[in-house]
């Protein structure tokens, strides 16, 4: 049975309202509880009784919040963008070594040349671009090295084990990195690596902002040859897809929109890899038209769920992002594994 | 009726094959001047390593020739666009493809791919289209199953229809019949026949299933390594000797009279004649029991088929026998070649 177009956008409608819900409750809960009402007069900028609210409201959890909406979708995306072009379903950013490669960026930038996110707050917009920049061209050099070998390995199983292998290379690279580092460098940059989403400033955020953006757009224009390279690259060109092309603004997508996720937040795992996944189970479609803008939403969802659980209840601890993540990830994966032969987009 | 044959598809000395490194060329065959008729199928025949697939990928455009020219339509190819393209060939492969979580419809709507506007957005014109596509093959009741939950044979239809979604007048496929199973083969193969015929498509497959194209096919090119393709219909090669020439090998004979591959020809002669359902199938035993059927004369054995349970079996020394079933009359002439 297939989902007809009215129940695929009941899911969209149900997804956006869950967003909602996600969005408020990421705003409500937190080490410090402020009430909805309080939320909604510093919205609305009306008096509130607690500056400390407001200040928590606006300079914290409110980008923080935001920065999850974007980062999520980014990562989702770009995993949806790798799993249609590599044919595989169980590609993502993290897999293939991309998150590594901007990885390396930001330890070459953070540990040789001591910059430090935090050093920045307020600071000019060269510093974050040059940290983005970085993580652009590391994360640009490992998708090179992956195309290339895309191109004379046929099989996308012994691929994905080559960007795992890549992966490995770079890691050792900043191991290396890490060795001749400071100490104060090295927490810093290991900070950094549990993955944070609160790393945004209100400051930074219109520039996280306008790369993740830029790249979501990207990507909601490429749907028609996505959609065209589900037959494979050789029917996809027979149907006047311009291939190199084609190839090309997908990876500088998936390059994108990982870069910055991982220069902002740091290497985020899992939630490029599960959540097209989810997204396709939810949907029981490959379809790109309905696909991508689900995987997005979901993608924000997850994101956003994840800052919530990184709460600790009854407590004043937050967990490392990238404790959250595999929760929710790894079960999905597992799931998908197990079931691969009665999933159709697996066949 | 004594239509002019149309030519879609003409090559002038074509030479394909693979470009090496430092600029040699692996050629593989050479000279090629081939022409592909609308309303034909034409079967691409050879053994594994003979070039249908170097021949194939480079008329798909997927393969650039060594030298010479293709043209389609009267247009050289190397003029073509990739949209321009799109809307002359269309293409069954046999790459592995991705698209099982998409239903039938919408892989049939990716042959709009060249018609449809940036977003790919379908109109009511290719919405009927599509329709149409789906129903020429046969599986328009299963438009909204995904492609997972196809038979294998379905989905060749599904993908033969997206060729004709793309509306265009040749259609290549790469052994669309490997991996079915007997029964979808000859629907794939009646339905190709059936589109040539309907559509005037001009349809050009690779296949390995010689049974099935020497029974469908309008028109064969035979490939064979090191040395010049031949074109005809399957008949004219058949009786002139070519067609065998490109399939023996040590150990492999052609049987002309059979038309199938065997690795000895039987010598011994059985006349066999009358009611022509029942005499195909006696020869047919007969060839397998190592006897050769022929024309009846009064110097071997004869069978005269008068129906399927009526046979008699007449001796050349004027003895005769009546059997009712072609075990019978296998298990009799085998005792009498025994004795002899």
Partial sequence: MMLSPKSKRHIFISLSALLIVLFVISLVYGSVRIPIKAIWEILTGAETEKIAWQHILLQSRLPQSCTAILAGASLAVSGLLLQTLFKNPLAGPSILGITDGA?????AVMLYFGASLNQMTGLTTN??????????????????????????????????????????????????????????????????????????????????????????????????????????????ANLGVKIKQTRFLILFCTGLLAASVTAFCGPISFIGLAVPNIARLMLG???????????????????????????????????????????????????????????QYFN | MNKERQTVIKTEELS????????????????????????????????????????????????KSLSGAVFLQGKPLKEFSQSDFALAVGVVLTEKTNAGGITAYELVSLGRHPYTGFFGKLKEEDHRVIKESLEAVGVAHKAHQRIAELSDGEKQKVMIAKTLAQQCPII?????????????????????????????????????????????????????KNRPIACGIPEDLILEGTFGSFFEKE?????????????????????VEGDFTTSYWVGNALVRN???????????????????????????????????????????????????
């Fill in chain 1, 285 to 343: 479609s490959s379809n790109h038209k309905s696909l991508l803008p689900v995987t997005l939403i979901t993608g924000s969802c997850v994101a956003l769920l994840c800052t919530i659980l990184m709460v600790v209840p009854g407590s004043n601890t937050i967990l490392p992002l990238n404790a959250v993540t595999p929760l929710l990830g790894a079960p999905v994966i597992i799931y998908v594994l197990l079931n691969r032969k009665s999933i």
């Fill in chain 2, 172 to 224: 290549l496929l790469d052994e669309p019949t490997a991996f079915l199973d007997v029964t979808s083969r000859i629907e794939t193969m009646v339905l190709l026949r059936k589109l040539a015929v309907e559509q005037n498509k001009a349809i050009l497959l690779s296949t390995h299933d010689m049974d099935m194209a020497i029974q469908m096919g309008d028109c064969f090119w035979l490939l064979d």
């Fill in chain 1, 103 to 107: 990885n390396l960026g930001v330890a």
């Fill in chain 1, 127 to 236: 510093a974050y671009l040059t940290v983005v920049l970085a993580a652009f061209v590391g994360a640009s050099i490992v998708l090179a090295i992956i195309i290339y070998f895309s191109t004379k390995v046929k099989s996308n199983v012994i691929l994905l084990i080559i960007g795992i292998m890549v992966g490995y290379l770079v890691s050792s690279v900043i191991s290396i990195l890490n060795y001749y580092a400071s100490a104060d460098k090295v927490h810093a940059f290991v900070m950094w690596g549990l993955g944070n989403f609160s790393g945004v400033s209100r400051e930074q955020l219109p520039y996280f902002a306008s790369f993740t953006l830029s790249g979501l757009v990207l990507a909601l224009l490429l749907i028609k040859p996505l959609n065209a390279l589900l037959l494979g690259e050789m029917y996809a």
């Fill in chain 2, 251 to 271: 150990g492999i004979l052609f049987d002309v009279t059979t038309g199938k591959l065997n690795t000895e020809i039987p010598q011994k002669q059985i006349g």
């Fill in chain 2, 290 to 340: 190592g006897f050769r059927p022929s024309e009846v004369s009064p110097e071997h054995i004869n069978v005269i088929c008068h129906s399927p349970t009526e046979l008699s079996i007449q001796h050349p020394n004027g003895n005769k026998q009546l059997v009712n079933c072609v075990f019978e009359v296998i298990r009799n002439i085998k005792t009498k070649m025994k004795n002899e």
């Fill in chain 2, 16 to 63: 394909i094959g693979y470009s090496l490194k430092g600029g040699r060329q692996k050629v593989i065959h050479k000279g090629l001047n081939l022409s592909l008729y609308a309303g034909e199928v034409t079967c691409l025949l050879g053994l594994n390593g003979a070039g249908k697939s170097t021949l194939l990928r480079t008329l798909c455009g997927f393969q």
